[in-house]
């Protein structure tokens, strides 16, 4: 063991340098590929620590870059660098997902952008109900977005959010919004899942109102289903198909005694099913008989006689849970929810229909602007502590600098811009009440005005920021904002003649 090992042991550090290295060395890369991903490493072991600063709802540094690997390892087979004359400005990569393979303009963000497309949940139509599919494709490719944000946005000394395609700053803003008001693990399982209306839906009842979780999964289905929908002619046609099937749906279940006789023949189906595969387990003949002939003809189906039993166990759990999963069904409670649920899907093709092939989602995503900052709004008076309070000043001042159109911030847009001055008024205040941020003065509005460009400051760490309060004269301050001992930003503000000064004496104060 060299020394580089013997100290990593005793500190028990993975080198995760030295496991991509080896991922690399078994790959066929263009050396210029290989470079550029080890690059990337580098970036992301030495960035990502003000990410973190920044944003506090992501993965750790550990388990960002394990899967930084693993993607490479498990999903990319081939990676070809092609020189800047055979891409354009908007064909800057080309990926195979059935053959593992990238090729691509020979640009870090561009490869590692490729790379977790490459890895992104391939979604099977048989099982997910269309407006499931079209929320995880929304959040499948929000997050191969998100996961280029370490190295995208950061680079050792300055946070700039550089998003510039106007359609992924769509994609952005949504998942930023789900990671702040429901955290990433959460987002993370249910990307994982067959289900993440429901999950979304059932989370957000948790932490709001029902009015407020049912107005929640109501916009980000209409926003996954008109993404997904201006995708392609095809997406398009797939939405379209889709409303014609939950009509067809609502059309026959307005017949409850054929609802109950489908259901009843479909259950009379499955427990024919259980019945034969129960006469299977029973003789243990057959069993033996079905490994035989997996074993001669060598299809490797079966390690063991276990395994047969195995396969027909859980294939018959299944058929049972389908059996009791159709009697609820057509118990009268059920059948109402299930028009009522039909009828809802029916209401988030509306726009679709009137739009046709391109719908113009603009309007839900900002309506949904304003009801993510309700939300957070709801969550001040709630957390008291100054931990939680420094909590979502983070979050907004994260929130602040996110984009929405090229140059402008989402916080820029009307409507918007007074329900997130709201928020920070409110925030700011609480914080001075609380002497979390305790600037010495009494004045609402002069706390607001000195305290409130935290939220557009882009120092990585907030509790590094130090104020420096100059008296000019008996109505005018000046206020100095630095990032330890850099000057950050300077301000002068007027003093309201209802604020009381005791003191001249020019004041430094550290914040948090």
Known sequence: MGEKDTILSKLNIKDYRNDLELVLEDKN?????????????????????????????????????????????????????????????NHKYDIDKDMGTITCFPNEMILLFALFELSERKLKDDELEFINKCILDMLNKANTINNTEPVRDFNGWSWNVEINNPNNMNYNLIFQNLLILFGYE??????????????????????????????IINCISQIALGLYN???????????????????KIETLKNRKG??????????????????????LSDYDLIKKEFSTSVLNNDGKYFCIS?????????????IKNVEEN????????????????????????????????????????????LFLECKKSEISKDETKKDMLKIVSEMRY??????????????????????????????????????????????????????YIYDTKI?????????????NQSQIEVEYFDGNVLDHQEVFSLPFDEEITSTKNRKVKLF
């Open 29 to 89: 890369y263009d050396e210029e590929a290989k470079s550029l991903l080890l690059s990337v490493f580098y970036k992301i072991d030495n960035f990502y620590k003000d990410y973190l600063d920044v944003k506090i709802n992501a993965q750790t540094k550990n388990d960002f870059i394990e899967n930084y690997i693993k993607t490479i390892k498990d999903n990319c087979n081939e990676i070809k660098i092609l020189s800047p004359k055979d891409f354009n400005d």
């Open 186 to 215: 959460f987002v993370n399982i249910a990307m994982k899942s067959n289900n993440p209306y429901e999950m979304i839906k059932k989370e957000a009842a948790k932490k709001f109102s029902d009015s407020k979780a049912e107005q």
């Open 230 to 248: 201006n995708k392609s002619i095809e997406t398009h046609k797939e939405c379209v198909n889709s409303k014609e099937n939950v009509e067809a």
């Open 259 to 280: 609802h109950i006789n489908y259901v009843s023949k479909n259950n009379n189906a499955l427990i024919k099913k259980i019945e034969k595969i129960d006469m299977i």
């Open 307 to 319: 395994d047969v039993v195995d396969k027909y166990e859980l294939e018959r759990n299944k058929l």
């Open 327 to 370: 009697n609820e069904l057509i118990s009268p409670k059920r059948y109402l929810e299930i028009q009522d649920n039909y009828h809802k899907r029916l209401k988030l093709y509306d726009q679709i229909i009137k739009e046709k092939n391109k719908v113009n989602i603009q309007n839900k995503i900002l309506d949904f602007q304003k």
């Open 399 to 452: 929130y602040n600098n996110l984009p929405y159109e090229k140059s402008k911030r989402i916080t820029l847009q009307d409507g918007i811009d007074s329900k997130f001055e709201e928020i920070s008024r409110l925030l700011i205040y609480e914080l001075v009440k609380e002497r979390i941020a305790d600037i010495g003065f009494r004045n609402k509005d002069l706390c607001y005005n000195i305290l409130k």
């Open 460 to 472: 990585m760490r907030l509790d590094n920021m130090v104020l420096k309060i100059k008296f000019k």
